[in-house]
């Protein structure tokens, strides 16, 4: 597996940096975008998962619409060439600011989740003589098996209005008349891999467009979020998400009715696999019971593990030596700062350039400057 890297390129850029595969990038948003288009799924990228200007302009190019949680996000969409219609705004805590924002560029819908934001955007799409295309993002209660910091579709969590509020929600649209009622959206959490999560998603998902039936109200886009997980054990094997058994279970899953589109707003499945981040061997040191691998990348450029004790497959492609396991950690004066407890890697030394892999999805974009550190660099393989 080693000639997926170019080696002698990696040694003469400076350490640590992101390598983006823009030939995977490519190959996974052709898959993407033909398992979708078999059923006229709409697909918004999520791009909180990578707002990299160069990702962006490859996934603008495959047609995919934006899905935006902030302001900021929504600004570098509009700013890579992304149509205003194709953009759909959700996030918790919306500041006015964002929802102008969002007004101002018609976008397509603001995904909507209490009453009190439903009355701001009301309020301010009233104070521009607007009317607010809305998605009522409802908690499913459904578990997403995932770890519970991207669980996000459980009853307890700060997520979506619940099931039993939504008759409240409905009658006090009625009185918010620069709104109007779009759908409904859902999204149950993150790197999910059990696809009976989405099966019973789908199940809540149609209970609730029945709700709706019931009542007279007409929905037209039914979003079902993201969540799609990768293979981070054997990013080598599976470097393409299975999107058409993905796409299967909610075209099986979701009746759609006259003139009703499904969307989804997928992030990790679409760039998570084509990202590597590219460190050095600073030091091997001889712990007490284990041996480190103290490289020149941090829980400031990667935090996935510090954050969710995430796993990431780690690989020395400078060394083909016998096998040994060394505690691969950062510079960081973190006890966290660690990507990896006893990995096997072939012998390892200092220079060694050592490749972090599956770090596409939320790698360079929770970057941070903790300990005055610059923000990594990156470098796309059609360019090198
Ligand atoms: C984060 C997020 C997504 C994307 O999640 P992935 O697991 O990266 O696919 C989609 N929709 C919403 C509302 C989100 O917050």
Wanted: with cysteine.
């Amino acid at each position: 597996m080693q000639s997926r890297f170019p080696l002698p390129k990696f040694r003469e850029i400076k350490t640590p940096f992101y390598y983006y595969d823009m030939e995977l990038l490519d190959r996974t948003l052709e898959s993407l975008s033909r398992e979708a288009g078999k059923y006229g799924f709409v697909v918004h990228y999520a791009v909180k998962a990578n707002a990299n200007p160069v990702i962006l302009e490859k996934i603008r190019n495959y047609g995919l619409g934006i899905d935006c949680v902030s302001g900021y996000e929504i600004r570098r969409a509009i700013d890579c060439g992304f149509k205003p219609s194709g953009i759909v705004f959700a996030g918790v805590g919306k500041s006015d600011w964002e929802i102008e924002l969002g007004l101002d560029n018609d976008i397509a819908c603001f995904n909507v989740e209490s009453i009190p934001e439903l009355e701001i955007i009301n309020q301010i799409a009233a104070s521009k003589g607007k009317t607010a295309r809305v998605a009522l993002r409802v908690n499913p209660n459904v578990n997403a098996r995932t770890h519970h910091y991207i669980t996000t579709g459980l009853k307890e969590n700060k997520f979506g209005i619940n099931q039993w509020d939504l008759e409240k929600v409905v009658t006090s649209l009625e009185t918010l008349t620069n709104i109007k009622l779009e759908g409904i959206h859902f999204h149950i959490g993150s790197q999910i891999t059990d696809m009976q999560s989405f099966r019973n998603l789908c199940n809540r998902v149609s209970e609730i467009m029945d709700w709706f039936t019931q009542r007279r109200y007409n929905l037209r886009i039914i979003n079902v979020g993201g969540g799609l997980g990768i293979d981070y054990q054997y990013p080598d094997a599976n470097p393409v998400p299975d999107f058409e058994s993905y796409f299967k279970v909610f075209r099986d899953g979701i009746k759609l009715g006259e003139g009703q589109e499904l969307h989804f707003e997928l992030g990790r499945a679409v760039v998570g696999q084509c990202g590597s981040l590219v460190t050095r061997v600073l030091y091997v040191k001889e712990g007490v019971k284990t041996r480190f691998a103290i490289v020149d990348a941090g829980m400031t450029d990667l935090i996935r593990p510090a954050l969710y004790q995430a796993y990431h497959k780690i690989e020395n492609i400078s060394s083909s030596a016998a096998e040994e396991k060394y505690d691969v950690v950062g510079p960081i004066c973190e006890s966290s700062d660690s990507f990896g407890k006893a990995v096997s890697l072939p012998e390892t030394s200092r220079g060694d350039v050592l490749v972090i892999r599956s770090a596409g999805a939320y790698g360079e974009v929770m970057a941070s400057q903790y300990n005055l550190r610059p923000l990594p660099h990156c470098v796309f393989s059609d360019r090198v």
